[in-house]
């Protein structure tokens, strides 16, 4: 069974899949949906696959990629990581698509790397591609951060510095304060932004004293900090911000 690849004329993700699999000599049948024959293959698959083709509000991730095993994957960052590495980067590079010509959907800190080569190469022939990389990190797996800065496949990185204070210590904690060092290094040449989602059991002293350790860690107290809950709880941050303005003076909320 060939590979079938539902794409879409003028999309990049689509064109960087289907270069890796004529790169790869892997057999495949493509079906543009901006043409009549394409538009028809795609109505009946997706009437019959609904369930498990990804869809937001902007519509559906193409391109959608249907494997020699029957399985659905979507997205050039996902597809190519089934192709290269099967399901072993599945939580780390999942189905994101940014405005024209970024990608997302990589989150470095998601699950554990077992091979650092096969996630940089998927990123690599995202960056060939012609797409910017958007990646997020909570602190884990700093070897692969600074690979993947080091070889400038990262353009954009959403550092989500956890705030209890269990992260800060044993393992764990040298990995965060790895990664933090990594990222301020090289904020030159990457668009670094540093957040935290505050939930409803985290108080204004433990993001303190997160601003701390950030401080501390980095050699600077002027890290662009940002804060926010995607819980709506608590509702008002501004304590948060001002706990944490003493160790980071340029600590803000994010609209």
């Not at 095993?69 to 290269?84: H, K």
């Not at 080569?117 to 990646?135: H, N, P, R, S």
């Not at 433990?206 to 980095?218: S, Y």
């Amino acid at each position: 069974m060939a590979v079938t690849v539902f794409s879409s004329t003028g999309c990049i993700r689509c064109n960087i899949v289907k270069d890796f699999l004529k790169d790869r000599e892997i057999d495949y049948v493509d079906y543009d949906i901006k043409t009549e024959e394409g538009d028809k293959k795609f109505k009946s698959f997706y009437r019959e696959n609904r369930r498990n083709v990804h869809r937001d509000s902007k519509g559906i991730f193409f391109p959608v990629v249907v494997l020699e095993d029957g399985s659905i994957v979507q997205d050039a960052g996902s597809t190519l990581s089934r192709l290269i590495a099967g399901k072993t980067l599945n939580a780390l590079i999942k189905p994101n698509q940014l405005g024209h010509g970024w990608t997302g959907g990589i989150d470095i800190s998601a699950g554990e790397i077992s091979d650092i080569i096969c996630f940089l190469q998927v990123l690599d022939l995202m960056k060939k591609g012609g797409l910017a990389v958007e990646a997020a990190t909570s602190g884990l797996n700093s070897q692969a951060l600074e690979r993947a800065i080091t070889s400038k496949l990262i353009d954009r990185l959403i550092f989500n510095v956890p705030w209890s204070e269990e992260s800060r210590t044993g393992v764990q904690g040298e990995e965060l304060a790895n990664s933090l060092k990594i990222a301020f290094t090289h904020s030159v040449s990457v668009d670094v932004h540093y957040v935290t989602d505050i939930p409803s059991d985290a108080t204004p002293e433990m993001l303190g004293e997160t601003a701390r350790f950030m401080d501390e860690v980095t050699g600077t107290n002027r890290l662009p900090y940002k804060l926010f809950s995607s819980e709506k709880s608590p509702s008002n941050l501004f304590p948060y911000r001002t706990a944490a303005r003493r160790w980071q003076v340029l600590t803000d909320i994010k609209k």
